[in-house]
């Protein structure tokens, strides 16, 4: 059986769900926000785990060969305000839970895709750049500080410009409303303070542009590069203006294509999204999602990547 981790409003499960049910394979979709409601247990020393799904005891431990860890939120997030206990329960709950999805960890011969500790290894920005350069791909000048004369010395040393973005998840989460931070192209003229650069370490990088974007989503041995084409060529970040935008199927040098796949393998991941650019004739790796969406390019683009997805995870289903 397959096993996905995800939350209610994850239209990119949607996409797998309904192609997996096309097929007729069991699988058990489990959304975070219900898991208050309902019934789990971790048996030991005889190890055995089980769950409960609309009043019936489901055997995680003997049934479930395949694990789609996709972006399980936490257990109040669909409670309304009012209803949620104190910031400080709440995560306490969450922390709980967490330690018991751990465990799940621990049942023999899962696929995972993928499994959290790669993808959390995955989630450092420094530690894809190094992986990725020492790979064989280029990437661009960086430096990661927060050191103003440092900053201000290096958009010297590239034309006076530089691309900062955040170096860890650049999601502000507020009370009221989240906030993304997006990539931006500085100048050195610009009237950023000394006391904004050193507040806290950011990604500066030399400024690719005029580009062209590639999103590469890797499942497995199958990769689906896509050409990203902008209204707005001068737009550092393609997510900025999304619906200006149109994505197309496209081919890759044969030894990029290669890189992708073995970045992916190399580090212990079944998937990635990678965020490749092309300048001056070079392709140079931006970034890697290890747990990206790509639901945007399934529909309407029809690129098939929940068939692709569904493929990769009846094969380990076994």
Not at 1 to 6: H, T
Not at 96 to 117: C, D, G, M, Y
Not at 254 to 276: P, Q, R
Request: aromatic content about 12%; glycine content about 4%; hydrophobic content about 40%.
């Amino acid at each position: 059986m397959i096993l996905i981790l995800s939350n209610k409003w994850d239209l990119t499960v949607d996409f797998v769900v309904a192609e997996l049910r096309k097929r007729n394979r069991k699988f058990l979709r489990i959304n975070t926000e219900d898991l208050v409601l309902g019934h789990v247990k971790i048996k030991l020393p005889d190890f055995a785990i089980s769950m409960s799904k609309n009043g019936e005891i489901l055997d995680i431990t003997n049934s479930v060969k395949v694990i789609w860890y996709r972006r399980p939120g936490k257990p109040y997030d669909n409670f309304n305000h009012d209803q949620k206990p104190t910031p400080a329960i709440q995560q306490f709950v969450n922390d709980q839970w967490f330690s018991w999805f751990e465990a799940l960890q621990l049942i023999p011969n899962v696929k995972w895709i993928n499994h959290p500790n790669a993808n959390d290894a995955m989630e450092s920005k420094p530690r894809q750049l190094f992986l990725a350069s020492l790979l064989g791909f280029q990437i661009p000048k960086t430096i990661i500080t927060n050191d103003p004369k440092e900053v201000h010395h290096f958009a010297q040393q590239n034309a006076g410009k530089l691309v900062a973005k955040a170096l860890y998840s650049p999601l502000i989460e507020e009370p009221e409303q989240d906030f993304f931070v997006f990539t931006n192209e500085i100048k050195d003229t610009d009237p950023m303070s000394d006391e904004e650069i050193r507040i806290s370490p950011s990604i500066y990088q030399q400024s690719l542009n005029p580009k062209i974007d590639y999103r590469v989503t890797v499942i497995g041995d199958t990769v689906f590069p896509v050409k990203i084409e902008q209204t707005n060529k001068l737009n550092v970040d393609w997510r900025t203006e999304k619906s200006e935008l149109k994505f197309s199927a496209c081919t890759l040098p044969a030894e990029i294509e290669f890189l992708c796949k073995k970045f992916v393998s190399d580090n212990d991941l079944a998937f990635g999204a990678i965020d490749i650019v092309q300048y001056n004739g070079e392709y140079y790796f931006l970034e890697i999602n290890p747990n990206g969406e790509w639901g945007w390019l399934q529909f309407p683009h029809e690129i098939p990547i929940a068939s692709a997805l569904c493929d990769y995870m009846i094969l380990h289903d076994r």
